[in-house]
């Protein structure tokens, strides 16, 4: 997978946008302006691509133990971050997209109610 493809992945979701609130280097995608998952692109211009996403605590030490491409958040919080080294090739395509997918809904979860009512009305 490129970038591209999981940018474009990520901006078909409801409610969410692209941003760079930290420096002009860190892709942010937010949902109703919630972070869900961080693109370093001057890694991903190395040839080194990676994301950080939110995840469950429980799952994200399962992830962990099972795939050496997928570590604590760098930068975030460890309990609730992974990152995830998808240059290393260990990780399919289809499990990107699916903690992507874990990652937003984690996040629309934990908005408020009138909040994500809004968001089903998009």
């Known amino acids: 997978m490129n970038i591209e493809q999981l940018r474009d992945y990520c901006l078909q979701k409801k409610g969410v946008t692209e941003t760079f609130p930290f420096d002009a280097d860190t892709l942010v995608f937010k949902v109703m302006g919630k972070m869900f998952a961080l693109f370093p692109l001057e890694k991903w211009e190395m040839g080194e691509g990676s994301v950080n996403l939110k995840c469950d605590p429980d799952y ?23 990152s995830l080294y998808i240059y290393k090739g260990e990780l399919s395509p289809q499990l990107v997209l699916e903690l992507i997918d874990h990652s937003y809904d984690l996040v629309v979860k934990g908005l408020p109610k009138k909040l994500r009512a809004g968001l089903s009305n998009e």
């Open 60 to 82: 994200a030490e399962e992830l962990r133990a099972e795939y050496h491409s997928i570590e604590a958040g760098w930068h975030m919080s460890k309990k609730h971050w992974n």
